[in-house]
């Protein structure tokens, strides 16, 4: 099997990128927290291939990676006044927000459930491959499941060089940690993975946190 290309992540490279993409080639790029392995949120085949290079189980969904915060109201099927603080506070940055998905997004990136989570990445290269797109990426970190998530190319090059077509080569990540995740579809703002943002932090704008799932 042929290895994975590496390439500078950089505007020369930006229309490669998109090749591969709207060929169905899940790509691996740079992002504030870690490398991201993504494809875009309606490419079924795509998306399936993600799980596979990973090792991902299929009942873990795919976050989407979005280009502006307005760009959640039509991924989302409602958001909330505290969504949309959060957004406001911390978009783009390194905060997964878990939103009711609107009808469109399919199973495929919720693992069958009725949340989708969000994300703007502080990242411009991540955004401008993503608005050149057009779509939202489905991305997850660069890693088969199990492995720590890269912070370098050659990190995810090491894991997943037989696997994916294109790795983007933009240095090191800034922020070397995964984002946090906090889930909004249910009554009460719920911490799912604490990452680069503080539960305390998110206190300050939700109010205390009642919960965090291990």
């Known amino acids: 099997m042929k290895r994975a290309r590496l390439v500078p992540a950089d505007e020369a490279s930006l229309p490669l990128a998109l090749d591969f993409l709207r060929a169905g080639e899940p790509l691996v790029f ?8 993504g494809a875009p949120y309606t490419d079924e085949a795509a998306i399936r291939k993600i799980y596979r290079l990973k090792g991902r189980p299929l009942d873990k969904p795919i976050a989407l990676l979005l280009a502006e915060t307005n760009d959640v109201a039509p991924i989302a099927r409602t958001v909330s006044d ?11 940055g390194p905060l997964t927000l878990v939103l009711p998905k609107a009808p469109a997004v399919p199973y495929w ?6 949340g989708v989570a969000v ?19 489905a991305t997850t970190s660069a890693n088969v499941a199990g492995h720590p998530a890269p912070i370098t190319a050659q990190d995810a090059y090491a894991q997943l060089a ?9 240095g090191p990540c800034p922020g070397g940690m995964e984002s946090t995740v906090l ?10 993975r ?7 932090t998110l206190e300050v704008v939700c109010g205390r946190l009642l919960d965090v799932l291990k």
């Open 30 to 37: 740079p992002t504030d927290t870690v490398y991201g392995l």
């Open 194 to 200: 604490e990452g680069a943002i503080s539960r305390e």
């Open 82 to 92: 505290l969504a949309w603080r959060l957004a406001d506070r911390f978009f783009p």
């Open 109 to 114: 990136v919720t693992a069958g459930g009725e």
């Open 119 to 137: 994300r703007v990445p502080d990242h411009p290269f991540a955004r401008a491959l993503i608005r050149a797109m057009g779509t939202p990426l």
């Open 183 to 192: 889930d909004l579809t249910g009554p009460s703002p719920l911490l799912l």
């Open 162 to 170: 037989h696997g994916v077509a294109l790795i983007l080569d933009g």
